[in-house]
């Protein structure tokens, strides 16, 4: 089976630019989550989706960063524009459906490394 | 509020030593615990989870952790670690009755075998 799914892998932008990152979770995954997570720290939780509402944008500094998750299957998060304090690596995780991947477990993307100079 | 402290920011040990990565939590509801792994530049995998049941949990590559309840501990073990172990090692917390699987994360222990 397939496991979540990020684009890019990489991304370097100079400060004040736009930035997209893309995540697909697992088939039949309805909870999507974005976290960011600076060097040597745990994640911190910016967004969690049940299914394209978001139901927890607690964190989110919405005032640059905006995410959608249109169809409550794949997502976006976006910033506009990027502060050299958004150096970061951006996860996305998923979780939710049947099976092999069901029960009380987040399933992780290998995550977006954000460089703003 | 729930809460996860790993005591060791980081824990060197020689290969083939035995190694213990140190969780404790906080809670007032039941909980589910997890341990997760970060291999440089890699996204997080699930170590090993305890959601009910015996309290010693085995998970991948030869680790297990033991759920203390009443020492509100989840402490992470290896006999006989490998190089290849060289990681970061998250904890996290679940309250057993959140169907949004929300997590408590630590802050980490970076594991750096010696050879």
């Known amino acids: 089976e397939a496991g979540v799914v990020q684009s890019p892998r990489y991304k370097i932008i100079e400060k004040k630019q736009p930035v997209a990152f893309w995540c697909n979770p697992i088939?039949?995954?309805?909870?999507l989550y974005w976290y960011r997570q600076n060097l040597g720290q745990g994640p911190e939780l910016l967004i969690r989706?049940?299914?394209?509402?978001?139901?927890?944008d607690s964190q989110l500094p919405k005032d640059r960063f905006s995410a959608e998750r249109l169809k409550g299957v794949d997502s976006t998060l976006k910033i506009q524009p990027a502060e050299l304090g958004d150096s970061a690596v951006y996860l996305c995780?998923?979780?939710?459906?049947?099976?092999?991947?069901?029960?009380?477990?987040?399933?992780f993307g290998p995550g977006t490394r954000l460089t703003v100079l | 509020a729930q809460s996860v402290t790993q005591l060791d920011s980081q824990v060197p040990v020689f290969e083939e030593a035995p190694v213990e990565l140190r969780c404790n939590y906080s809670?007032?509801?039941?909980?589910?615990l997890f341990w997760y792994v970060q291999y440089p530049n890699q996204g997080l995998q699930l170590l090993l989870k305890?959601?009910?049941?015996s309290t010693l949990v085995k998970g991948i590559n030869g680790f297990e952790a033991e759920f203390n309840k009443s020492q509100t501990s989840f402490h992470l073990r290896k006999p006989s670690v490998h190089i290849s172990d060289t990681a970061e090692y998250f904890c996290?917390?679940?309250?057993?009755?959140?169907?949004?699987?929300?997590?408590?994360w630590g802050a980490g222990t970076k594991l750096i075998i010696k050879p």
């Open positions: 305890y959601l009910s049941g």
């Open positions: 088939s039949g995954h309805n909870t």
């Open positions: 996290a917390v679940s309250e057993a009755m959140d169907s949004n699987y929300q997590l408590i």
């Open positions: 989706y049940e299914n394209e509402e978001a139901v927890d």
């Open positions: 809670s007032s509801v039941s909980v589910y």
């Open positions: 995780a998923s979780a939710g459906g049947q099976g092999y991947f069901s029960g009380n477990e987040q399933f």
